[in-house]
């Protein structure tokens, strides 16, 4: 195995990482940087929230279809151990972009995508959770929160089959969470915006 390769390859999905789709929609159609709007943050929920339906929807595919792609080259050069690297840097990426000033997303939709192409069952019901829980409590960040948590403990019990797929669930889902830091804390003081309200 070519690490030097793969360590090229990793470099590489952190740059495609760094394509925000709501930083990109919101300078190109709107002329606006929406980290100046909303949450300030650059994910498909502030989107969401800025800009509508469409706009978040639109950030959601983009961000989530970064992540699968990354997923999916690391893994047809290095199987789980490159889904693990580039999914893991794309994600990085997003989160700490440099061509952004390492302002970014939360990293929620990008880790999405790479954990789809991973395991598309596990990921579709993970992602049914994260909208029950939004549907019944409008709390965005609830749904994302609770994902992260699902995430890890199925990591923690995958990881004695794959290693790699394992320790990939454990470690987007303890980045996401530690990027949820501020909403944890606001939803514990009720201070947490519901979806629909500002």
């Known amino acids: 195995m070519n690490y030097l390769y793969l360590i090229i390859l990793g470099i590489v ?25 909303g949450s300030k943050n650059a994910g498909a929920t502030n989107a969401l ?51 952004y000033n390492f302002k970014g997303g939360k990293g929620i939709a990008t880790s999405f995508g790479v954990l789809l ?6 990921v579709l019901i993970l992602l049914i959770l994260f ?14 929160i609770l994902g992260c948590i699902s995430a890890v403990i199925y990591g923690l019990i995958y990881i004695r ?17 530690f990027k949820h830091r501020t909403n944890i804390n606001r939803l514990i003081h009720g201070k947490e915006s519901k979806l629909g309200k500002n």
């Open 161 to 177: 089959k794959d290693f790699y797929i394992g320790l990939i669930y454990i470690l987007l889902g303890i980045i996401s969470l």
């Open 49 to 99: 929230r800025v800009y509508g339906v469409k706009v978040g929807l639109a950030t959601f595919l983009i961000d989530s279809f970064k992540g699968l792609l990354c997923a999916y080259l690391g893994f047809k050069f290095y199987g789980s151990l490159g889904i693990l690297v580039c999914g893991l840097l794309c994600v990085i990426g997003h989160i700490l972009p440099v061509l």
């Open 13 to 37: 999905c952190y740059f495609i990482g760094n394509i925000s789709g709501s930083i990109a929609i919101s300078k190109l159609v709107y002329k606006q940087d929406i980290r100046n709007y």
């Open 117 to 122: 192409f991973a395991q598309p069952l596990q």
């Open 131 to 144: 909208l029950i829980v939004v549907l019944m409590t409008k709390y965005v960040s609830l749904g994302s």
